[in-house]
């Protein structure tokens, strides 16, 4: 059996499911808009029953999925809020997230354990890639500098700042305009050889 860390493998991926998987975004912040009568939650429901009985039937394990291994912005991982990248060196990642509906805290703001999950993705993302050999999520700091708004486009920045010895230093960044909303820190530790 493969580990995790194993360059994912080069995947097929069928015409139309990357748009497959944007629709799936939408319907979990659609979903969290609706508030659907009785008549329009039974159909909705009915509806979604058959979307279960036709992705069951192609399910499959971890190393065969397709959802999160997709080259498009989010990876088709539609838990976690999509880093739409616009720049990149090897130490600094430049681009934009938006929060969608699906999440709200409450009063417009995004909820606040969905920026640390982006931070995770986006931390890990980079501390995995460019030829880095594997790392993994030690701890993550997150200030709430300013109320982070939903279904706005926000600016991101995600820093490589430095490493020493196994242990790698990431901070980051989300701005709104000229307000900075969150900060972050991580620290990614590179596995020891054999660990899982
Ligand atoms: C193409 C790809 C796309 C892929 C895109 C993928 C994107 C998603 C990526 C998501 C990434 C994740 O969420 S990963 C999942 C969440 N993370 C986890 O489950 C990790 C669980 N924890 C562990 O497995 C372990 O604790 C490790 C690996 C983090 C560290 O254990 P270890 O390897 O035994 O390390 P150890 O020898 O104890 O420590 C090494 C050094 O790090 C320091 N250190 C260790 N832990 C900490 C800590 N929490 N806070 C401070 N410092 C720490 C130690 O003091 C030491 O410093 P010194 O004495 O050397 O100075």
Redesign the pocket.
């Known amino acids: 059996m493969p580990n995790w860390w194993d360059?994912?493998a080069p995947v097929v991926i069928p015409e139309g499911y990357a748009e497959f998987a944007e629709q799936f975004r939408i319907l979990q912040d659609v979903m969290t808009a609706a508030a659907p009568d009785a008549d329009q939650t039974r159909t909705a429901s009915q509806l979604v029953a058959e979307l279960i009985d036709v992705l069951a039937q192609s399910a499959t394990d971890e190393w065969s999925q397709l959802s999160g291994r997709l080259p498009v912005p989010g990876r088709g991982q539609t838990l976690v809020p999509a880093f739409h990248i616009e720049t990149e060196t090897e130490t600094e990642s430049r681009g934009t997230v938006r929060f969608g509906r699906q999440f709200l805290g409450g009063n417009g703001a995004v909820h606040g354990g969905a920026i640390p999950l982006f931070f995770?993705?986006a931390f890990?993302?980079f501390a995995?890639?460019h030829d880095r050999t594997l790392a993994?999520?030690?701890?993550l700091h997150v200030d709430y500098r300013n109320v982070t708004p939903i279904d706005t486009d926000l600016a991101v920045i995600v820093r490589f700042d430095r490493e020493e010895?196994?242990?790698r230093y990431l901070t980051g960044e989300i701005w709104n305009g000229e307000c900075l909303c969150v900060e972050a820190s991580g620290?990614f530790?590179v596995?020891?050889p054999g660990?899982a």
Do not use: I
């Open positions: 360059k994912p995770d993705d890990g993302r995995n890639t993994r999520t030690a701890n010895g196994r242990k620290l530790v596995l020891k660990a």
